[in-house]
Every structure is written in C-alpha cells, then in structure tokens.
C-alpha cells in the first residue's frame, strides 16, 4: 500500500497501512515457522497398525532344508542324535506389545531335539543315565531361496495303434513365454508395491543372486499380472462402494514420460470400515476422478473440503462426513503465530478424540457409540461452536487463525453430522492412512514410468491393502489367486476377504501337509511317495 505524503496526518490511513503492514508480517512469519517445521520438525503421527499377517512362508517352508542340513551338522560335530520336529502357527490378531521383541505366535515352530547317543548314556559309577529334564534356547531363523521349477509333463501313446499322444495335464504359465512363476511374481509385488522398492534397486539385488532379470522384464510383468487381475479389483472396488459410508482422499504422483517430460497425476483411494481399499489412478485432480466412481453413491463420504466433491453432495446424492483431523492441523498450524488462541482450539478438538478413544477401548457398537456422542461430544461441540465465534473477534482478518476458524464455520454441517450416527467415524484418517504407502513409496521409486504404470499400481496396491487389513500375507494370497484365476469362473470370490473365507483353510491345509512329508522324509532318510 503507497501512502501520499500530503495524508501523513490521516489517521485513518495510517491505520489501515499498519493493519495491512501487520498482517503481511504475519503471513510471512507463519509460512517461515510452517516450512521450518516441515524441515526439520517433527512430522510422526500416532497410528495403529495393522494386525501382522499370518507368517507362512510363500516359499512352501524351504527353509526346513536349511534347519535340517545345520542340525545335521551340528550332530555329526557333537556326536550327537538330532531330529527336527516343526508345529502348525497358532493364529494371532495384533502385534506383540513391549520393550523387547516376542516370538510371533504366527509364526511356524520348527524344534531341533538334541540327545545323547546310548553309548554316552552311562553314568562313571555304572548306572544308566535317565532324562530329567531339557535347556531351551529359543531364535529367528529367515532364509529366502529361489529355485528354478523345472516342470516335466510324461506324454503316452498306444504302441499297438501309434494314435495320439496323451500328455498328462498341468497348469499352464501365468504369463504367456514368461520367465517367472507364481511364487516369483507375488515376491516381486510384495516388494515393490508393499516394501516399496524400486524396479532398479529389485535389478540389483537379483543381480546379486545370479538372476539376470532387468527391470524392464520387472515392470513388463507387473503390467501383465494387473491385467489379470483386473477383474478382481473391480469386485473389489464394488464391495468397496456397497458400504454405507467410504473414505475418499488423494495423493499427487509424478508422471515420467520416454521423452523426459513429466506431469503430475493423482492416486485417489477409496475405503470402507469393513477394511477394503480400492485405488484409482488419474493423470490430474479434477472432479472427473471421483464423479466417476462415487457418481451414483447415496451413502456418507467421509473426505476433506477438496471442491471437486461438491457435485456427489447435491440432493439425492452422498452426504458429507467433515474430518476434524484437517480442521485441527489447520489450528496446529496457525499456532506458531498466534499460540494461546490456536492451542485453545487444538486442546478443544483433542477432547472430542478421547472420547472417541473410549469409545474404542470399550469395544462400543454404533449404537452405544452414539449414545456417549450424545451424552459428552455434543456439548463440548456446541461450546467451541460459541468459543468459534468469541474467539473470530479477537484475531487478524485473514490471518492463519481466522481462516481456520472460517474453515470451521464454513464445514460445520460436515464436521457434526458424525454426531447423528454412530457408523461414522469423527475424522479421515482412515484414508490417509490408506494413502501412507504411497507417500512413503514415491520417495523411493520417485515416479511412475508412463499412465500405466499408475493403473497398475492402483490395481496392485487396492488388493495388497484389502490383504494386510484381512491378516493376509499378500505373497501367498497372489500366489494362489496368480494359480486358480485362469480357472476361477467367478472373480469376486478371489477378493481377498471372500479367497480368506473360501480358499485360506484349503491352502494352510495343502502347506502343511507338505511340511510334515518334508520334514518326515529328512528325519528318516526314506523318500515319502508323493500323492498326485
């Protein structure tokens, strides 16, 4: 703002100068503390995990070779009698809690039983020795191992009329004239779409195996495997939009194309409380993205205030679920400028999350969820309600504390509708954690090599989340899927909560089999026949 040397004296003039003056300064301190903080501040958040899947190896308990061969060993340098013995995992739900980290109770418990031959069962004075008791000493054991699966079909013919062969029958490849199987194609899922390793870094550390496998074959059968899975994700994402409430959010992703231009596009996520998540991938952020998904939707859509969802809220549409964890970070941030006010804001908010912390930590049902809503939220909602507009008076007009209280204001139908029905959740977080991977991801493989390589990391990444939430270990879940899907003839039971319903105990049963031959074999030395 100019002022014109002849209005030194307007009073007024120099008000609003001062004004405008005080609130710039403003703006610039809180953008620097804003940027300081993301620098170099704290950025954690407290966050649940998700219940660890169930630990059997994808690799069909290869390792129990490995345990044999030590144990042998080891016998044989101690002149010692040694068997290995190995338990079906007992089930679990959550991590282990504490300082020190436990043996998953998921985990499959192979025993190596040391004794003394009878030669060394003697005591000095001439009496036998007897067994009266053992030393425990208890340890992790890991192996991965890639072997090469050579599969010989036995063909037949008639020797008295020479017509037609008879070949005996197998699955055919996953992958048309592809290099790798089953097993091999849900590791490399799991890694690069669940440990978020890149198609270079996974070309390594092959290469340090003596696998020849560029990253092109890598990305190439990525591509090819999404495709086959297609179908699935699209179950998926109709159990998904089946519920009565969804979490929507977005993330940007950069786009690199063959020319070394690039652009950003979006991955957009869509979740339900029944633990389904379905991604969606588009090369921008217009409303084009969720229209299409959610145009025909007429539950709650719990989602920030992004205008594009504007339209899915007209009448006959969805209604709006407001998420109080924006409009905190909102008040979070206006707190470096102006702390007492802001801190009051936060403090309030915080109080609605404990109570919904009890809610959970007393296992309440949407019914009785609503009822302590009603009886302790609603009235301390109301009361920053009229706090809100005490506290509008006091500050800066359009300083980061006025627009977070206008951000209030504006979304209050939004940001109290969770206090009419206990389904809903007070926040989005569950669609920003949903969104955490790929966050973490980006900062490792940086960008998606084409359009298609975000469709394909939506298509792997809606049914990895689904199996992490369900206590799924993706690489068997792919493994399996990868090997029933060609003769599956309906694709929505290989989603990953109905393949645990349908085909889990099936699957655990054949391993475990397969376990105890193995491990009998070994012990005694005798090739088991193998059934059919």
Excluded at 26 to 31: A, F, G, K, N, Y
Excluded at 56 to 72: M, N, P
Aim: with cysteine; glycine share 6%; charged share 30%.
């Amino acid at each position: 703002m100019q002022i014109n040397p002849n209005d030194v004296h307007d009073l007024e003039t120099l008000r609003k100068h001062f004004t405008e003056l005080q609130f710039r300064h403003q703006r610039l301190e809180h953008d620097y503390r804003v940027l300081h903080k993301m620098l170099f501040g704290r950025r954690s958040e407290r966050r649940e995990e998700p219940p660890p899947p169930d630990a059997v190896l994808a690799q069909g308990y290869l390792f129990i070779k490995e345990v044999l061969a030590e144990a042998s060993q080891q016998a044989e340098a101690h002149g010692v009698e040694a068997t290995v013995e190995a338990e079906k995992p007992a089930p679990t739900k959550r991590k282990p809690k504490g300082r020190r980290s436990k043996f998953p109770a998921s985990a499959p418990v192979v025993t190596t039983v040391v004794e003394l031959p009878e030669d060394r069962r003697q005591c000095g004075c001439g009496d036998p020795l007897h067994e009266c008791g053992e030393e425990v000493t208890v340890e992790l054991e890991r192996v991965e191992v890639t072997v090469v699966h050579e599969i010989r079909r036995k063909k037949y013919a008639c020797r008295k009329c020479q017509e037609g062969v008879r070949t005996a029958p197998w699955r055919g490849k996953v992958i048309a004239k592809g290099l790798l199987g089953p097993g091999f194609l849900a590791h490399v899922i799991a890694e690069r779409f669940g440990n978020h390793m890149p198609y270079h870094r996974l070309e390594k550390k092959y290469e340090s195996e003596g696998l020849a496998l560029s990253r092109s074959v890598l990305c190439a059968s990525m591509a090819r495997v999404a495709e086959l899975l297609e179908p699935i994700a699209k179950e998926l994402r109709a159990e998904v939009i089946a519920a009565p409430a969804i979490h929507t959010d977005d993330t940007p992703v950069v786009i690199a194309n063959h020319n070394g231009q690039s652009k950003k596009g979006r991955v957009w996520v869509y979740v339900n409380q029944e633990g389904r998540y379905w991604h969606d991938f588009t090369d921008s952020r217009k409303r084009d993205g969720p229209v299409q998904v959610l145009g025909e939707y007429s539950g709650y859509i719990h989602a920030d205030a992004y205008k594009g969802y504007d339209v899915l809220y007209l009448p006959g549409g969805s209604k709006e679920v407001g998420c109080w964890a924006h409009a905190r970070r909102k008040f979070v941030d206006a707190e470096v400028t102006e702390p007492s006010l802001a801190k009051e804001a936060v403090d309030r908010i915080r109080g609605f999350f404990r109570i919904e912390k009890k809610a959970r930590e007393q296992g309440l049902g949407p019914g009785d969820r609503l009822v302590l809503r009603k009886a302790e939220t609603a009235p301390r909602v109301e009361a920053f309600h009229e706090w809100l507009n005490i506290a509008e008076g006091q500050v800066l007009p359009r300083g980061p504390l006025a627009r977070a209280i206008a951000y209030v204001r504006n979304q209050w139908t939004a940001l109290t509708r969770f206090l009419d029905d206990g389904r809903l959740a007070i926040s989005n977080n569950a669609a920003e954690r949903a969104l955490r991977p790929i966050a973490v991801g980006r900062k490792n493989w940086l960008f998606f090599q084409r359009e298609g390589g975000g469709r394909v990391a939506a298509t792997l990444m809606s049914l990895l989340m689904t199996c992490r939430d369900a206590g799924i270990d993706p690489r068997i879940y792919f493994r399996d899927v990868l090997l029933r899907i060609a003769t599956c003839s309906n694709a929505r039971d290989l989603t990953p909560h109905r393949w645990k319903e349908r085909f889990w105990p099936e699957v655990e049963r054949h391993t475990h089999l397969v376990l105890d031959r193995l491990v009998r074999r070994e012990a005694t030395g005798v090739a088991q026949p193998q059934p059919a």
